[in-house]
């Protein structure tokens, strides 16, 4: 991959995103997930959740790259930049067919999380074990392929947050 395409690929996510610090941005959402309790103890869940299941992979934050930019010279780029792990997640489910790779959020931003007494993720991106999926933004996932992605979430991710809580979630789109 040369130095354009990547800071190409990084200047497209990242005028994308600046639509996204309200609610579910340009992206949209394809499921969410609303629990009665603050995304501080959401968010503790949820990692405990990616921590402890091992058919879920957390993708990792801000990967850098370094990038030959001819001449002899060399860049530092970071891929994958929006994955703060704070705002947005991404992971992987593993299924008997392969990988299943999932990017979600949590709704609203920091004053939000600090006054809320509920708080909630929804699913951004979602891709099957074939490459089949997108956000609802992008002219959304077909209903077959959808409910496929959101079964194995809920199964595999969801569910085990709700047992972590000790809560059940409100499902929301």
Known sequence: MTIK?????S?????CL???FIGAGTHGALKGYL???TKAKL????MFVIKNNQNINRDTIGNKILANVGNGKQETIIDNSWNDGHEYVSIKIKTDKGNCEYTFRYYGGQEDWDTSKTS???ICWAYDEFG???SEGNGGVDRKTLKHLTDIFEQEFVYNIDKKLNLTHIETK
């Open 18 to 20: 600046t639509s996204c």
């Open 43 to 46: 968010d503790s869940a949820v």
């Open 132 to 134: 089949k999926g997108g």
């Open 35 to 37: 629990y009665q309790t």
């Open 11 to 15: 200047l497209v996510i990242a005028t």
């Open 5 to 9: 395409t990547i800071l190409l690929a």
């Open 120 to 122: 909630e993720i929804f």
